[in-house]
């Protein structure tokens, strides 16, 4: 079998989800646990603060847990399938390579990290519908602020966390902050926002195919290296990356945009990135065509046999 068939490798990614049907329930059990007892327990340790402070926290810390999930997740791409039993079974299925991964990387990718959020949704209207069955009986003090308008925005305790959450995993840079940037400076901001991010995508999936142990660590410890040579790389010869500058409006409402400049740096780390991306995913469908029934310890990749 050397095409890809559609019937085929829904087959394959059936199986995947049946085989792993119980992992799934435990990240969507304890996603939903953790976003409900961490939303009541931030609630109680910030007791005097008003709503809209309490649902900008509760939205920061469900962004951070949110995106942790997801690498790791990412970075559990052949978890499943690293049992000697499973793997044999999965190996023996009559689909080609490429039907296999895709399976495995929509399954790790797509449908864990939308189930991680559907449970981070229900975690918190959970906490919603209790707090607006508390202020309905009368059950809130009345020295609480019952609602708090900030930027634009109308707050109440039984508000809900999601639409900021979304705001902030999506990495998305208003064109509008602090006053109008020019287009180019605007499409650079996001271009090298969104490459980085898939490249990083690419990079946990790459460290999830070959190591057997600890990727999720490792990956990270690789990508810290990286950034701190970048740092290190800037600093010392002093790149222009993207530069901008506010000063305070007339009628002191807020800022507006004056200066803007972009470097060289942010043109080639952009394209880097993407070369980076194929050549991650590439190497991550290498290791995986070699896959053996019998690994050594830590690596899915013996480069010894090779």
């Given at each position: 079998?050397?095409?890809?068939?559609?019937?085929?490798?829904?087959r394959?990614?059936?199986?995947?989800?049946?085989?792993?049907?119980r992992?799934?329930?435990?990240?969507?059990?304890?996603?939903?646990?953790?976003?409900?007892?961490?939303?009541m327990?931030?609630?109680m340790?910030?007791?005097?603060?008003?709503?809209?402070?309490?649902?900008?926290?509760?939205?920061?810390?469900?962004?951070?847990?949110?995106?942790?999930?997801?690498?790791?997740?990412?970075?559990?791409?052949?978890?499943?399938?690293?049992?000697?039993?499973?793997?044999?079974?999965?190996?023996?299925?009559?689909?080609?390579?490429?039907?296999?991964?895709?399976?495995?990387?929509?399954?790790?990718?797509?449908?864990?990290?939308?189930?991680?959020?559907?449970?981070?949704?229900?975690?918190?209207?959970?906490?919603?519908?209790?707090?607006?069955?508390?202020?309905?009986?009368?059950?809130?003090p009345?020295?609480?602020?019952?609602?708090?308008?900030?930027?634009?925005?109308?707050?109440y305790?039984?508000?809900?966390?999601?639409?900021?959450?979304?705001k902030?995993?999506?990495?998305?840079?208003?064109?509008?902050?602090?006053?109008?940037?020019?287009?180019?400076?605007?499409?650079?901001?996001?271009?090298?926002?969104?490459?980085?991010?898939?490249?990083?995508?690419?990079?946990?999936?790459?460290?999830?195919?070959?190591?057997?142990?600890?990727?999720?660590?490792?990956?990270?410890?690789?990508?810290?290296?990286?950034?701190?040579?970048?740092?290190?790389?800037?600093?010392?010869?002093?790149?222009?990356?993207?530069?901008?500058?506010?000063?305070?409006?007339?009628?002191?409402?807020g800022?507006?945009?004056?200066?803007?400049?972009?470097?060289?740096?942010?043109?080639?780390l952009?394209?880097?990135?993407?070369?980076?991306?194929?050549?991650?995913?590439?190497?991550?469908?290498?290791?995986?065509?070699?896959?053996?029934?019998?690994?050594?310890?830590?690596t899915?990749?013996?480069?010894?046999?090779?």
């Amino acid at each position: 079998m050397k095409s890809f068939d559609i019937n085929r490798f829904g087959r394959t990614l059936r199986w995947v989800l049946a085989v792993n049907y119980r992992t799934l329930m435990m990240w969507f059990a304890g996603t939903f646990t953790a976003v409900l007892m961490g939303e009541m327990l931030l609630n109680m340790i910030n007791r005097p603060a008003g709503p809209d402070i309490m649902i900008k926290t509760f939205s920061t810390a469900g962004s951070f847990l949110f995106i942790v999930a997801t690498f790791i997740l990412i970075g559990s791409v052949v978890a499943s399938i690293n049992e000697k039993r499973k793997r044999t079974r999965f190996l023996m299925l009559p689909s080609t390579n490429v039907e296999k991964y895709l399976a495995l990387i929509i399954y790790t990718a797509v449908v864990s990290v939308v189930g991680v959020f559907l449970a981070m949704v229900l975690g918190d209207s959970v906490r919603m519908l209790y707090y607006w069955v508390k202020e309905a009986c009368g059950f809130i003090p009345e020295y609480y602020v019952r609602s708090n308008e900030f930027d634009n925005h109308v707050y109440y305790w039984y508000s809900s966390a999601v639409p900021q959450v979304l705001k902030n995993i999506s990495f998305y840079n208003e064109q509008f902050d602090y006053g109008m940037k020019p287009t180019m400076y605007w499409i650079m901001e996001n271009t090298l926002t969104y490459t980085f991010v898939v490249w990083l995508f690419s990079l946990y999936t790459l460290g999830g195919t070959l190591l057997r142990k600890y990727s999720f660590v490792i990956t990270c410890l690789v990508m810290l290296l990286c950034v701190i040579v970048f740092a290190n790389l800037q600093d010392y010869y002093e790149w222009t990356f993207l530069e901008h500058r506010w000063i305070e409006n007339a009628d002191k409402k807020g800022m507006h945009c004056v200066y803007t400049e972009i470097g060289t740096v942010p043109y080639v780390l952009s394209i880097l990135f993407l070369l980076l991306t194929v050549f991650n995913y590439w190497a991550s469908y290498r290791i995986f065509k070699g896959f053996q029934i019998i690994t050594n310890k830590w690596t899915n990749y013996d480069i010894l046999k090779r």
